[in-house]
């Protein structure tokens, strides 16, 4: 007997405190996009204005509000999260495709996010200096922002908003979140939970839109006092562009990697597959950290690519329900549709694919995950971004060699190096020009408690995550006191 799928759920916008209603859009499954997920509100620009406007009434209020206060409603949010995570995983998988235990693991991560931060506010807030003057003290105190637009991307559609939202409010502002419109359910569930914290109404607000609807009141508005955007480089540019040109908002961008996995001749052989399969394929490439350029010394070069090339083939693509599933379906019809043109590309610019490079049409969504070998790193295959399930080898003779190969992009956000040298990982530690940088371990992965980011195309602005958060959603202000 066919199991019938849970009712679909209704998601409306948020804002002042209450449920905004507006033209309904369907969100589809990936892995089967016939099954309805869930149906969302769409925004416009005057429910948008309204949200920023609700965001402005409360933050003042919020900011003044006590911190056990804070605390305890961040504690909530994060206490229910994880009080949730089958039902909110299996959500997430049915609506972005995401393999199941992924998806219990990012929700695990955005409940365990808010509860950091609420313990974040106990650490100090500020700092105390002599003063060079007499009869005088200087010191340091933090002000919030004020009113924070949040733009997040359909890959991770929990941990991202969690990771921007939860410090925004824990350090005082209000918020005004936009997630991508793939993943409205569970940005609905998430303010679903907020609206049941005892938050004040108005200090958090969600609208459901597009980029060039909701996201240009965002950047438009004056009633925004800062941006934090996670996504594609060319839209991070038009932020950057937008805030600056309308009341030079602070901005905050994270944005895409074309990350080097570096394998050296010493490695140890199954550590490098493990890794170079992880960062370049699980999640379905859908990771701005993911490894797409493995760069292998000679001398492991063969032997590498026939162990990665043959764990490649083997890994088993399917509904990401279904535990014995490895990599999920891509997330919708014009991400497979990219990464198609991605194949393409390699295979005419002359690399050799040695497992994957073909997709037909009956299999829907799932891709095959592609591995090239022969490639140079002046290829399209090797400089742009795909967020998909394909990397290519690029063969390299020494280790310096390699680390400039490594570094010859304009992204620099993760960057890893397979070694037993303990020299050698020290020595790319230092010349690596990265924001994160791993040795022996893949290029994808974050800790919560610990700075996101990087250099070049992939970022600008103050790193997120952990007690770094706080450079962005909190102002220093300089006090004298004389007496």
């Given at each position: 007997?066919?199991?019938?799928?849970?009712?679909?759920?209704?998601?409306?916008?948020?804002?002042?405190?209450?449920?905004?209603?507006?033209?309904?859009?369907?969100n589809?499954?990936?892995a089967?996009?016939?099954?309805?997920?869930?149906?969302?509100?769409?925004?416009?620009?005057?429910?948008?204005?309204?949200a920023?406007?609700?965001?402005?009434?409360?933050?003042?209020?919020?900011?003044?509000?006590?911190?056990?206060?804070?605390?305890?409603i961040l504690?909530r949010?994060?206490t229910?999260?994880?009080?949730?995570?089958?039902?909110?995983?299996?959500?997430?998988?049915?609506?972005?495709?995401?393999?199941l235990?992924?998806?219990?693991?990012?929700?695990t991560?955005?409940?365990?996010?808010?509860?950091y931060?609420?313990?974040?506010?106990?650490?100090?807030?500020?700092?105390?200096?002599?003063?060079?003057?007499?009869?005088?003290?200087?010191?340091v105190?933090?002000?919030?922002?004020?009113?924070?637009?949040?733009?997040?991307?359909?890959?991770?559609?929990?941990?991202?908003?969690?990771?921007?939202?939860?410090?925004?409010?824990?350090?005082?502002?209000?918020v005004?979140?936009?997630?991508?419109?793939?993943?409205?359910?569970?940005?609905?569930?998430?303010a679903?939970?907020?609206?049941?914290?005892?938050?004040?109404?108005?200090?958090?607000?969600?609208?459901?839109?597009?980029?060039?609807?909701?996201?240009?009141?965002?950047l438009?508005?004056?009633?925004?006092?800062?941006?934090?955007?996670?996504?594609?480089?060319?839209?991070?540019r038009?932020?950057?562009?937008?805030?600056?040109?309308?009341g030079?908002?602070?901005?905050?961008l994270?944005?895409?990697?074309?990350n080097?996995?570096?394998?050296?001749?010493?490695?140890d052989?199954?550590?490098?597959?493990?890794?170079?399969?992880?960062?370049?394929?699980?999640?379905?490439?859908?990771?701005?950290?993911?490894?797409?350029?493995?760069?292998?010394?000679?001398?492991?070069?063969?032997?590498?690519?026939?162990?990665?090339?043959?764990?490649?083939?083997?890994?088993?693509?399917?509904?990401?329900?279904?535990?014995?599933?490895?990599?999920?379906?891509?997330?919708?019809?014009?991400?497979?549709?990219?990464?198609i043109?991605y194949?393409?590309?390699g295979?005419?610019?002359?690399?050799t694919a040695?497992?994957?490079?073909r997709?037909?049409?009956?299999?829907?969504?799932?891709?095959?995950?592609?591995?090239?070998?022969g490639?140079?790193?002046?290829m399209?295959?090797?400089?742009?971004?795909?967020f998909?399930?394909?990397s290519?080898?690029?063969?390299?003779?020494?280790?310096?060699?390699?680390?400039?190969v490594?570094?010859?992009?304009?992204?620099?956000?993760?960057?890893?190096?397979i070694?037993?040298?303990?020299?050698a990982?020290?020595?790319?530690?230092?010349?690596?020009?990265?924001?994160?940088?791993?040795?022996?371990l893949p290029?994808a992965?974050?800790?919560?408690?610990?700075?996101?980011g990087?250099?070049?195309?992939?970022?600008h602005?103050?790193?997120e995550?952990g007690a770094?958060?706080?450079?962005?959603y909190?102002?220093?202000?300089?006090?004298?006191?004389?007496?």
């Open positions: 007997m066919t199991e019938e799928p849970p009712p679909v759920p209704h998601y409306l916008n948020f804002v002042g405190g209450r449920w905004v209603d507006g033209e309904r859009r369907q589809t499954n990936p089967r996009p016939g099954e309805v997920v869930g149906e969302y509100a769409l925004a416009d620009r005057a429910v948008v204005q309204e920023i406007d609700a965001a402005g009434h409360a933050q003042s209020g919020w900011a003044s509000a006590p911190v056990g206060q804070r605390m305890e504690d949010i994060g229910t999260i994880l009080g949730r995570v089958e039902e909110l995983a299996v959500l997430l998988s049915r609506e972005e495709g995401k393999l235990g992924e998806a219990r693991a990012e929700v991560r955005a409940g365990q996010t808010f509860r931060y609420a313990h974040q506010l106990l650490q100090p807030q500020g700092e105390l200096y002599s003063s060079t003057r007499e009869r005088a003290y200087a010191e105190r933090r002000r919030p922002l004020g009113v924070v637009g949040v733009i997040t991307p359909w890959n991770y559609p929990w941990a991202i908003p969690a990771w921007k939202v939860a410090p925004a409010l824990a350090y005082g502002n209000a005004v979140l936009k997630p991508a419109e793939l993943v409205t359910a569970s940005a609905g569930e998430l679903r939970i907020i609206a049941g914290s005892g938050l004040p109404p108005g200090v958090f607000n969600l609208v459901f839109g597009s980029g060039r609807v909701v996201g240009e009141e965002l438009t508005s004056g009633g925004i006092d800062g941006i934090s955007f996670t996504g594609g480089t060319a839209t991070g038009h932020v950057a562009q937008q805030c600056i040109a309308y030079n908002k602070r901005f905050q994270e944005m895409g990697g074309k080097p996995l570096v394998v050296l001749d010493d490695a052989l199954e550590v490098a597959v493990r890794c170079a399969l992880d960062g370049g394929f699980f999640s379905t490439g859908q990771r701005c950290t993911a490894s797409s350029r493995l760069i292998v010394q000679t001398g492991i070069h063969d032997r590498f690519v026939d162990a990665l090339a043959e764990a490649t083939r083997a890994l088993r693509v399917g509904d990401p329900l279904d535990e014995r599933s490895q990599l999920g379906p891509v997330a919708s019809a014009d991400q497979l549709a990219q990464n043109e194949v393409e590309i295979h005419r610019e002359g690399a040695v497992a994957g490079g997709h037909t049409a009956d299999e829907g969504q799932f891709m095959r995950p592609t591995l090239f070998v490639a140079s790193n002046d399209r295959l090797a400089r742009e971004e795909i998909g399930p394909v290519c080898v690029i063969r390299v003779g020494d280790f310096d060699e390699a680390v400039a490594a570094n010859d992009t304009t992204f620099g956000l993760s960057s890893g190096i070694t037993t040298s303990l020299s990982a020290e020595r790319f530690k230092r010349l690596s020009r990265s924001g994160i940088v791993t040795v022996n290029t992965g974050t800790e919560l408690h610990l700075p996101f990087g250099t070049g195309a992939s970022n602005g103050p790193r995550q770094y958060a706080r450079d962005f909190s102002v220093p202000v300089t006090c004298y006191t004389g007496w």
